[in-house]
């Protein structure tokens, strides 16, 4: 748990990285997945109503954040310090997700409430929504995080950890963030994207699962309702899943250059395979592979039933 004050201390290099630990553990609560039957995963709203441009107390504060002339840094990273540093993060409701306006009233928030308010004050200030979003990660241990995901700053989708400010802290944590955790939903206030995402060196890839929803198209609850027949055949083997598989964060140390390493999981499958002369592989692993620029490697998985999913990342 972590208790901030409206002042940012540097750390020394142990302190920071104790602290990225720590913020880590702290933060990995297991979200009720109240939507799981209907058309949102963790929600039993739309979730997009979270993310309040308009709110004046959000366009107030913003207002303030966004003053201080003497800071020459982006937009972006004024807000991600501001949020930081005037948000103290406690363990409330993980079963409630506070609107922006009740977080700056309270001053008080755990993950999700962090990364609702970043986006929506980053939003807010005109970052388009293609470039930021709500992202929400399971770990290997099952444990759910709300993260902010973007590529407004470098161009390119990258991990923000808005619990953290400064330069080295966030940094730190952000890579760590990263690498614990798979994407499985993502959100702003004109998307909805229930799939799993994991981010690349340039773009996000996206696996089978439930469709976007944007703001131009409001799904019914008939039209995301599986079809069945009268009398449905037995199903004898669940379908083949797959709980993420992705490049890892940062160089291969012990091997050559343009190497990296794949890592993946994956249930209920009676094969797995990887192409590019991976082949067949167990359920849960690591990998070194070749990944040069552009690289597109490919897990396939298919359960005893014949029954095949498959997942593309791009280094």
Same mark, same amino acid.
């Given at each position: 748990m972590r208790d901030c004050d409206n002042t940012v201390r540097p750390a020394p290099a142990a302190m920071a990285l104790l602290a990225v630990v720590l913020i880590s553990i702290s933060c990995s609560p297991r979200f009720a997945a109240s939507g799981t039957a209907g058309q949102y995963l963790y929600f039993s709203i739309d979730p997009r109503q979270l993310i309040t441009l308009q709110d004046p107390s959000v366009r107030e504060n913003l207002k303030i954040i966004l003053a201080d002339k003497t800071d020459f840094r982006s937009d972006f990273r004024k807000i991600q310090d501001w949020v930081a540093s005037h948000i103290i993060y406690t363990q409330d409701s993980y079963y409630y997700w506070q609107t922006p306006a009740e977080t700056l009233n309270k001053r008080t928030g755990n993950c999700k409430d962090f990364a609702v308010l970043l986006c929506t004050l980053c939003r807010s200030s005109g970052i388009p929504a293609s470039d930021i979003y709500v992202a929400i990660g399971k770990d290997r241990s099952n444990k759910s995080h709300a993260f902010i995901i973007e590529k407004w700053l470098l161009g390119r989708w990258q991990v923000i950890e808005p619990q953290v400010g400064g330069f080295i802290i966030s940094d730190l944590s952000s890579l760590d963030t990263?690498? #614990?955790? $798979?994407?499985? &939903? #993502?959100?702003?206030d004109a998307s909805y994207i229930g799939q799993a995402a994991f981010i690349t060196s340039s773009e996000t890839f996206l696996s089978s699962g $439930?469709?976007?929803?944007s703001s131009g198209h409001q799904t019914s609850g008939d039209e995301a309702a599986v079809s069945l027949s009268s009398s449905p055949p037995p199903v004898v083997n669940p379908l083949p899943g797959i709980d993420y598989f992705y490049f890892k964060s940062g160089p291969i140390i012990l091997g050559p250059a343009g190497y990296s390493m794949l890592t993946w999981h994956v249930t209920d499958a009676s094969s797995v395979y990887i192409d590019r002369g991976v082949g067949f592989v167990a359920p849960s692993g690591n990998q070194i592979v070749t990944a040069t620029a552009g690289t597109t490697y490919t897990l396939t998985v298919k359960n005893a039933n014949g029954e095949? #999913? &498959?997942m593309a990342v791009k280094y």
């Open positions: 990263a690498d #614990r955790y $798979a994407i499985t &939903s #993502r959100f702003n $439930a469709p976007a929803l095949v #999913r &498959s």
